[in-house]
């Protein structure tokens, strides 16, 4: 881009995760992968009381019973673990009607575009339109009301989130201590390792003769290995492990989960080398280190994301629905081919990009405000988003390719920037929390059932 976009932010947002509620919705529609219908009818039916009241508010039976069914989803509680979930979800639930209202009281507000953007989000997840969404609503115990009530109570949290983590102030010297805490740290449990493997195995009762053949074969793979042949290709030849299709990949985990035989070997080494030979009661181990990082520090690559958009302002709700209604005719034109996405962009975005046909150039993780990065990593590449409603307007979002590229000095002290940044917005609201739960006026009625 030859010029600042409006969508940049002058500091990186608390979270990249989509919505919890939101993630939480795409699992509770009828029809979308993990739905679970209600176990029976009673149970869908059943009476609804006030549990608790939170200075006046009230939470009901219906919104404990609403957020166990996320953590019971597949699972069978006895009945005294029911209680318990029961016990914590509704604290869960008094814990966000506090943080709800505090926010509320510090003029954090969401109008109803932001929520029609959710909305439409949480529909185009599930394959749906939002017509078809809102009729399935009753199957999953929800009305259209209470759905977006949902949507935009975490909407809200998720802007008092992002402005804690805008006020979270972090120095250069915070970066300094960080990375030197964590400069040669051996301890295998705050490693982050990936091996892959060849085994070549070995029979319990073979002969010499048999053990050097396999010997020699593993001492073979690992000269191989070691002058730069392709180490999957290898693993699928010869490997006789579960995991040989997949390249002999044996996933990312703390180094303390890996066998101590492959600990020990690859301790000293860095991402790329092979150990090995290595022999065990299976037979010769070939490894290579895939990755080997701090698990606290940020991964030392990034997914970079090449992406344009349509802009069109809007400064209150109505003449943003009236920008989402004309970006949706256009949306409509685009994916059927009548008109190719940058000129669109050239001739009706309001942004800076237009004359670059709305190409905002390769995007890293937290350039761009919540709302805009959520709707982004959820499109494949070629495809166009519903509008998008942010603060800036409303936009259409098209991915054009992704790539992992390895982060500069520069890039990884911005992300740990960022990490620093989320921990110390989350101790502001845990200490708000605390302090807003004890000037509020909580009531306990009848317990959930």
Known sequence: ????????????????A??????????AIPGAPGFAQPRTAAAAVSADHIVALVNGEPITA???????ARVERGAAPTPAERAALAREALEQLIDE???LQWAQDSGIRVDDAAVDAAEAEVARRNGLSVEQLRQRLPQAGLTTTTFRTQLRNELTLQRLREREANRARVTEADIDAFLRERQGSAAPARIALELAQVLIPVPENAGAEEVARARELADEVARRAR????????????????EAANGGRLGLRPADRYPTLFWEAVRPLRAGDVAGPLRSGAGFHVLKVLTKRDAELPDPTVTQTRVRHILLRATDEASQRVAADRLRALRERIVSGQVRFEDAAREVSEDTSARDGGALGWAVPGLFVPEFE???DALAPGEVSAPVASRFGVHLI????????????AEMRDAVRALL??????????????????RAYIEYREPPQ
Do not use: W, Y
């Open 421 to 438: 940044r989320q921990r110390k917005a989350e101790e502001a609201i845990a200490d708000a929390l605390r302090e807003q739960r004890g």
């Open 227 to 242: 002058a730069g042949e392709d180490f999957a290709a290898l693993a699928q030849r010869h490997s006789k492990a579960p």
């Open 398 to 409: 098209q991915v054009l390719e992704r790539r992992e590229v390895e982060r500069s000095p």
């Open 18 to 27: 989509a919505l919890p509620l939101l993630c939480a919705a795409l699992l």
């Open 1 to 16: 881009m030859n010029s600042p976009t409006p969508l940049a932010r002058a500091a990186l947002p608390l979270a990249r």
């Open 62 to 68: 219906s919104d404990v019973r609403a957020r166990l």
């Open 374 to 376: 959520q709707a982004m």
């Open 97 to 99: 009607r506090v943080l």
